[in-house]
């Protein structure tokens, strides 16, 4: 027998709306203690309302937050003592050493062997070197572990992290992330927002992809990605002109396929895989130009294409939308 694992945090029908506008549609979800669950979308999906929700910095127009069976609307400070917080806004005090902006915190939050927590926490953001070294000399991904630690000073059983990485080049993102690993294994949950895809992908165990204020999938990665094909995707690139030519081949075929600007993605099942190669005939054979053909395994963003009909990077750089062609 598996023992039952609890939920740390289980929202139910969550709702926020600012005026006229939702910015929330009853979103449902749990977190899982000791998992890193990600939400994953697009700027203004409703991730950081979402987020200030849980950490009570607004009040849902409806739905209820329950951490560790603790309604947080109606005990504020408990809520707030159990839960760690940091954003990319997140700033540690620049004048001040790593030591001494974790000194605050700890007085802050009556921190009892204070020393032995910050050695601890120091040494957890592989800081302990630049202890005494002015935080505003460091790089940006040392004070964003500085910053990482000391959101966690007074033992959090959840850490909440909006965007972690945004603003950090590749290798401290990578960095970061390994941090974010090491810190749940020993024992915190993390809940997590993000727009990148790779991040969702590599760090958490499962993930929520939220569009429009709306909840359209949760699972692990695997899972999702199974939701859009067994098999594969083939991608082919073309003229803008000749998209529909593609596009109807691979409909021939009993796909479906979704165009975006010069590129058709559609997805082979498993055990249809042979249909590859007869497509290609069959735009050699019709005459239709092809810059480039192939195929992988389904992504983060394919899933995301088929629940929202848009690319989750093409949002993100403001790109055209996406065509979803109907079955014929
Ligand atoms: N106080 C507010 N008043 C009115 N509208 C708001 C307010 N806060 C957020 N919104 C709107 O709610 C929607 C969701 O915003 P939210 O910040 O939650 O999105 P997000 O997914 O976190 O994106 P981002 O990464 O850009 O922060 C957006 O359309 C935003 O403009």
New binding site residues.
């Given amino acids: 027998m598996y023992p039952m694992v609890k939920n740390a945090l289980e929202i139910k029908n969550l709702v926020e709306k600012?005026?006229d506008?939702t910015?929330v549609r009853d979103i449902s979800f749990n977190v899982k203690e000791g998992e890193i669950f990600g939400l994953l979308?697009?700027?203004?999906?409703?991730?950081?309302?979402?987020l200030n929700l849980i950490l009570t910095l607004l009040t849902p127009t409806s739905g209820s937050i329950n951490l560790y069976g603790i309604d947080i609307h109606k005990e504020v400070h408990r809520a707030k003592k159990m839960i760690g917080f940091m954003t990319q806004e997140t700033v540690v005090e620049q004048d001040l050493t790593p030591r001494q902006n974790l000194e605050i915190f700890g007085e802050l939050y009556h921190i009892e062997n204070i020393k032995d927590k910050i050695a601890e926490s120091l040494k957890d953001a592989e800081l302990t070197d630049f202890a005494d070294y002015k935080a505003g000399s460091m790089s940006g991904g040392m004070q964003r572990r500085l910053a990482l630690v000391r959101s966690m000073i007074q033992d959090p059983k959840i850490i909440i992290l909006d965007?972690p990485t945004t603003g950090l080049d590749v290798q401290n993102r990578t960095a970061l992330w390994e941090k974010i690993r090491s810190l749940n294994k020993k024992g915190i949950t993390v809940l997590l927002?993000t727009?990148y895809l790779e991040e969702a992908d590599a760090l958490c165990d499962r993930i929520a992809i939220?569009d429009k204020?709306e909840i359209k999938a949760i699972g692990t990665a695997s899972e999702l990605k199974a939701s859009v094909s067994s098999g594969d995707i083939v991608e082919i690139v073309t003229q803008s002109d000749a998209t529909g030519k593609v596009a109807s081949v691979l409909e021939d075929f009993g796909l479906s396929p979704v165009v975006k600007i010069d590129i058709v993605t559609a997805a082979i099942e498993k055990g249809e895989i042979a249909k590859f190669s007869d497509i290609t005939k069959e735009l050699i054979k019709e005459n239709i130009p092809i810059l480039g053909i192939s195929m992988h395994l389904p992504t983060l963003d394919d899933v995301f294409i088929k629940l929202t009909g848009t690319g989750l990077r093409d949002k993100a750089e403001g790109k055209p939308q996406i065509q979803m062609r109907s079955k014929k």
């Fill in positions: 600012f005026g506008f910015a979308g697009p700027n203004g999906a409703g991730k950081s309302t979402t965007e927002t727009q939220i204020g």
